[in-house]
Antibody
Framework: EVQLEESGGGLIQPGESLRLSCAAS????????MNWVRQAPGKGLEWVSV???????YYSDSVKGRFTVSRDRSKNTLYLQMKNLRAEDTAVYYC???????????????WGKGTTVTVS | SYVLTQPPSVSVAPGQTARITCGGDNIESKSVHWYQQKPGQAPVLVVYDNSDRPSGIPERFSGSNSGNTATLTVSRVEAGDEADYYC???????????FGIGTKVSVL
């Protein structure tokens, strides 16, 4: 069974840093494109970051320059390093596997349960 | 950047059909994907590539995409279909993933 499990969330003060982890089973995070998506309390889904093959990452404008996505093949784990956190970064953070239609037009077919980050 | 527009809410009686729209400029040129999210749970993919269903998703869930509007249709609505539904596309101009604001489906 394919599963993703996020961890590392917590209560943190503005300006501090935090690293989230996404441990995978049943799939290889190194062989798949992987997304981070977040959801602020009572709000909708917001894409945060994607990492493609060759470790090329992309970021939303709201986190670019502050967040860094990476992965560890040996631990089969995806990471999101978050720096200079702001109150508006408060959210549940999900990792998700990315799939494509005809090699582009990407979507997410497997999601973790999420980890909560509170910046206050 | 590309913008997706969804109605905030849709109400439907059990056994009837719910139609959730997702508007965007020439959205028919894009592939639209739909997610269901129940309270306190992670999103679940219910339709991808406009009209395809992942395994395990009931045939009651279907999708279409034409002109400036994509539509998720839920037939024979059940109480368990009550959830938030999000549409999503990939914006090739900047390699960003775009979500609609979500539509809350209430079963009367």
């Amino acid at each position: 069974e394919v599963q993703l499990e996020e961890s590392g969330g917590g209560l943190i003060q503005p300006g501090e840093s935090l690293r989230l982890s996404c441990a995978a089973s049943g799939l290889s995070v190194s062989s798949n494109y992987m997304n981070w998506v977040r959801q602020a309390p009572g709000k909708g889904l917001e894409w945060v970051s994607v990492i493609y093959g060759g470790n090329s990452p992309y970021y939303s404008d709201s986190v670019k320059g502050r967040f860094t996505v990476s992965r560890d093949r040996s631990k089969n784990t995806l990471y999101l390093q978050m720096k200079n956190l702001r109150a508006e970064d408060t959210a549940v953070y999900y990792c998700a596997r990315v799939r494509s239609v005809a090699g582009w037009n990407y979507y997410m077919d497997v999601w973790g349960k999420g980890t909560t980050v509170t910046v206050s | 950047s590309y913008v997706l527009t969804q109605p905030p809410s849709v109400s439907v009686a059990p056994g009837q059909t719910a139609r959730i729209t997702c508007g965007g400029d020439n959205i028919e040129s894009k592939s639209v994907h739909w997610y269901q999210q129940k309270p306190g749970q992670a999103p679940v993919l219910v339709v991808y590539d406009n009209s395809d269903r992942p395994s395990g998703i009931p045939e009651r869930f279907s999708g279409s995409n034409s002109g400036n509007t994509a539509t998720l249709t839920v037939s024979r609505v059940e109480a368990g279909d009550e959830a938030d539904y999000y549409c999503q596309v990939w914006d090739s101009s900047n390699d960003h993933y775009v979500f609609g604001i979500g539509t809350k489906v209430s079963v009367l």
